[in-house]
């Protein structure tokens, strides 16, 4: 039978939750992770361990069909694979720095200025796109250092908490962009691959939708059971059940994450008692 290959970041800051996810959508693997690939026991995929930089082009050729991978990875190093869906993980941004002491007021200041990047594509598209005219330098690790050395006047690196700037005495001025973890796949993918895709995704959104809602459980007197259940958006609705205590009920349904503590307020306020929040671990809806 026909198997899907994804190909998946070896050893790095995407790896273990890659693995993670793939483990929640009950894929199970045989051989270790030390190997360059391994197989899955219970459902048609393959496991290719690579290092980032090359898995969009590994998707791009077909040698994997999917890939787990950074946007920001993505947009630098092909336009020729189908993004499938954000995962949540990962996020960074990707800005442009500058030297503390550096009066910088806009883009315009880096006019003829040296960059110094391990993303010259999305650089120079983006100092294009602005009608900037700046001497790129690409550097493959520790770009940020390179200011500090004299070897360029700017930087344009991911930053996520932005302490690696700091420590490196450098200031964010531009955001270029927002990246996170994204599934990709190759454009050209045959009608059985197409449906293991498929089925992988129904488990993937299984798995993000319970991220991202709890199920909650809670007492409430019947004379308030129709007021709260407004409260509680839920699936369909509530499920109600009669206590032993006269004249209460148990209430259960389901809740988003975003507005979890609002709608706990509104609930005690409008006299549940005996709130219980769980998580959830799949939901399919
Ligand atoms: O070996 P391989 O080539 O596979 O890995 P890699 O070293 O190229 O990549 P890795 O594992 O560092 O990052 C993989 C992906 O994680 C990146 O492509 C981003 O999409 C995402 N990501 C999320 C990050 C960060 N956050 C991040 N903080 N990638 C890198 N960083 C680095 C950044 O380059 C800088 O050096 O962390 C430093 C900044 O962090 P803060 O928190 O100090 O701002
Ligand atoms: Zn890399």
């Known amino acids: 039978m026909e198997k899907i290959k994804i190909a998946i970041q070896k050893k790095g800051r995407l790896s273990e939750k890659s693995l993670a996810l793939l483990a929640e959508c009950g894929i199970r693997f045989e051989n270790g992770i030390g190997s360059l690939s391994v197989q899955a026991s219970n459902f048609p995929i393959e496991i290719l361990l690579l290092r980032d930089d090359d898995i969009p082009e590994y998707v791009q050729s077909g040698v994997a069909d999917l890939g787990i991978v950074g946007q920001n990875v993505v947009l630098e190093k092909t336009d020729n694979v189908k993004e499938i869906k954000l995962l949540g993980f990962g996020k960074c941004r990707f800005s442009l720095a500058v030297g503390k002491k550096f009066q910088y007021n806009s883009l315009k200041d880096l006019e003829g200025k040296q960059i110094a990047t391990s993303y010259p594509k999305i650089l120079s598209n983006y100092l294009k796109l602005n009608d900037i005219d700046a001497k790129i330098h690409i550097i493959s690790g520790s770009v ?119 709608v706990i307020e509104k609930l005690q306020a409008a006299g549940a008692q005996g709130i219980l929040v769980m998580p959830i671990e799949k939901m399919i809806i």
Request: glycine share 4%.
């Open 144 to 262: 940020e250092i390179a200011p500090s050395i004299g070897l360029a006047d700017a930087i344009c690196d991911i930053v996520s908490t932005g302490s690696t700037l700091l420590m490196n005495g450098l200031k964010e001025v531009e955001t270029i962009l927002h990246s996170q973890a994204v599934l990709i796949a190759n454009k050209n993918l045959n009608e059985d691959k197409k449906s293991i895709l498929a089925k992988l995704l129904f488990r993937l959104e299984a798995v993000q939708k319970a991220k991202n809602t709890k199920y909650i459980l809670l007492n409430v007197p019947n004379n308030k059971i129709s007021e709260i259940s407004k409260i509680l958006p839920g699936m369909k609705s509530p499920t109600i059940m009669p206590l032993q205590n006269e004249g209460w009920s148990s209430l259960h349904s389901v809740i988003e994450e975003n507005d979890f503590w609002e």
